[in-house]
């Protein structure tokens, strides 16, 4: 495995981190949140709550534009020691996409470490905002016929079931009618299987993130598991394109690719690639190695040319 290098991450060298990205095999958390991004247009919040918010960057150009609704990851936990998991660490990603003039909008939600997170919460957080960008597309030039959802780690997680919601039955534990219909998902390293993930939750995250997301083991409350993960709602009849990093010891890609399999012998579309020379984080940092299989699929979704 070879180490990062300048001229793989070429934005670092306007922030300062360019030693410390260099000097690592493969990026961490710390190094993703320091990556460079512009600023954001506007922070708008889709609720009330003070984690309920998400930021919008909108391209040059005129016109119509496509959008990536981006979720973070983070183990659905807010809070790691000195750091924290929240909408940073996906500046940098949704900067670069709309650089190739696609408007995004990087959601921020309440995770299990916070009032209100957890079930069902977090899962009704990140729906209330895909859906809020009918309520933008009244102020903003937004395609609505053109929409992605780009989700890393936890966030391809939620990501992914946000897109899968039309599948739940209509009596169910979450208030939302009418979920706005996606062109396709790209996750990038999340958990698409949760129950799949349980048997290295804690060596991932440190504690028994699923069971606290979901509040119960499968056993204990095996009816929420079937409306909480997406392998649980296919076929999901939208296409969705996973990538990992071949090294990523966080979320294995493995569990991806099984997903991946699962998925398509269902009827959906869907396809996964494990990026050799990167791990968890290399697949939101725009120059990395990864970074052109993200951005392909971005643009492929949304049928856009580089």
């Known amino acids: 495995m070879r180490k990062l290098t300048v001229n793989a991450l070429p934005l670092a060298s306007a922030t300062g981190v360019l030693d410390t990205v260099a000097e690592a095999q493969f990026l961490g958390p710390q190094q993703a949140n320091q990556l460079p991004a512009s600023p954001a247009d506007h922070r708008i919040h889709y609720a009330g709550g003070a984690f309920q918010f998400a930021d919008l960057r909108l391209p040059k150009a005129s016109g119509r534009h496509p959008v990536a609704v981006v979720v973070h990851g983070g183990c659905w936990m807010y809070h790691h020691g000195d750091l924290t998991a929240d909408l940073q660490s996906t500046a940098a990603l ?120 979901v509040g119960g083991s499968p056993s204990e409350v095996p009816d929420r598991y079937q409306l909480a993960s997406p392998s649980n709602l296919l076929p999901t009849g939208v296409k969705q394109i996973l990538i990992s990093g071949a090294q990523d010891t966080i979320v294995p890609p493995q569990l991806s690719q099984e997903y991946a399999d699962e998925a398509n012998k269902a009827g959906d579309d869907v396809t996964f690639t494990a990026v050799e020379n990167a791990a968890h984080f290399e697949v939101i940092a725009p120059g990395s190695e990864a970074w052109s299989k993200v951005e392909d699929a971005v643009l492929s979704i949304l049928k856009l040319k580089k």
Do not use: M
């Open 94 to 213: 949704s900067s670069a996409l709309t650089k190739l003039g696609i408007a995004t909008w990087n959601v921020e939600y309440r995770q299990i470490d916070i009032p209100g997170g957890g079930w069902p919460g977090t899962f009704e957080d990140v729906a209330k905002a895909v859906d809020h960008l009918r309520v933008l597309a009244k102020s903003y030039p937004l395609d609505l016929e053109r929409v992605v959802i780009i989700g890393h780690s936890a966030g391809g997680h939620l990501g992914t079931w946000a897109a899968a919601r039309h599948r739940l039955p209509e009596r169910t534990s979450f208030s939302f009618e009418n979920p706005l219909r996606v062109a396709g998902v790209v996750n990038l390293a999340g958990p698409a299987d949760l129950e799949a993930f349980i048997p290295i939750q804690n060596s991932s995250c440190g504690q028994e993130a699923i069971i606290t997301l």
